[in-house]
């Protein structure tokens, strides 16, 4: 817990600042900040640290933890390009994403991320963003929040949920986290809440869409590759497939270069690589770790070099 309030558990914080290396007077981004847990061992080694948040109440918690050199950033990493060069750094030595909700955030009840407790449909990262779940359940085309479910939280109930979501609606807005829930507790098969909750996969495909996390995670990730120096690394901690899944892809398509047929005498895409895997398999939290933060159970960490 921070001065001001905010509280986050950071995953694998051994493995992940293990994994990059840390140079004394290098140049490290954490795009993710949160609490700033993983940016205070960064600094603790002597390093410039860019911190990065789209989330206000981060940036000033970690304000109150950090010291040495680091500069904090009020924005979004996707603009990770823009970051840097504003800041007049050309290069930087290493970078770590941890993607996904803070325990802050989830923890919250009026930022409406979670399903445990009642509060307004929001669940925006950033404030300022005008889009929020309330928007996407009470306004969105029936196909547009079926798409959203199926896409972003692969869930099987996606077609009955979305229409019971429309067939409410139409009586009246759907204003809070426990209404939505009942709706979907109503929408699907009483065998599909024996195992976990109902309205896990429906929660996380909203926030997805209100904060826009995947559709532009593959560039995002090409952008801080092209940052590093030689010898430089990323490190990205994921939490559900659908992340893991494009980090893995990008990193592998980097690692590989050329992608033109096999049967080509001579490479025409001009592709070339540019990274090295330093993890042919994701790192996963230790069972100590798992016994101490149980949220920590779904994630995967993947490390690349500059090469």
């Known amino acids: 817990m921070t001065s001001s309030g905010f509280f986050h558990i950071p995953v694998m914080l051994n493995e992940a600042i293990e994994a990059l290396c840390i140079k004394e007077n290098g140049i490290y981004v954490d795009g993710t900040l949160g609490g700033g847990g993983h940016a205070i061992k960064i600094v603790e080694k002597g390093a410039r640290l860019v911190g990065i948040d789209r989330d206000e109440s981060a940036i000033k918690a970690a304000k ?32 770590l994403l941890d993607l996904g909700v803070s325990s802050h955030q989830v923890d919250t009840p009026l930022r409406g991320f ?22 996407i359940v009470n306004q969105f085309e029936i196909a547009e929040i079926e ?52 309205a896990k996969k429906v929660f996380q495909a909203l926030r997805i869409a209100v904060n826009d996390e995947l559709s532009q995670l593959s560039a995002t990730l090409e952008d801080f590759c092209e ?10 901690i994921t939490f559900h497939s659908l992340e893991d899944r494009i980090v ?28 090295k895997l330093i993890t042919k398999k994701p790192i996963t939290p230790s069972k100590s770790e798992l016994l101490e933060n149980p949220r920590s159970a779904s994630a995967k960490l993947r490390v690349a070099e500059k090469i």
């Open 64 to 95: 109150d933890r950090l010291f040495g050199r680091f500069e904090l950033i009020n924005d979004n990493y996707n603009n990770i390009k823009i970051i840097l060069k504003t800041l007049i750094i050309n290069k930087i030595d290493g970078a």
């Open 114 to 135: 979670s399903y445990r407790f009642d509060a307004p449909l929001d669940m925006r990262m950033d404030s300022k963003s005008s889009l929020t779940a309330w928007h």
């Open 147 to 198: 798409k959203i479910f199926f896409s972003y939280g692969e869930e099987q109930y996606s077609k009955a949920i979305a229409k019971k979501i429309v067939e409410m609606r139409s009586i009246g807005p759907i204003e809070t986290t426990f209404e939505l829930v009942d709706i979907i507790k109503n929408a699907i098969p009483a065998k599909a809440h024996r195992n976990k909750h109902p």
């Open 227 to 236: 940052a590093l120096n030689i010898g430089g690394r990323i490190a990205v």
């Open 248 to 275: 893995k892809n990008t990193f592998a398509a980097l690692a590989r270069g050329c992608d033109c047929p096999s049967d080509f005498p001579v490479c025409v895409c001009g592709k070339k690589q540019t990274l």
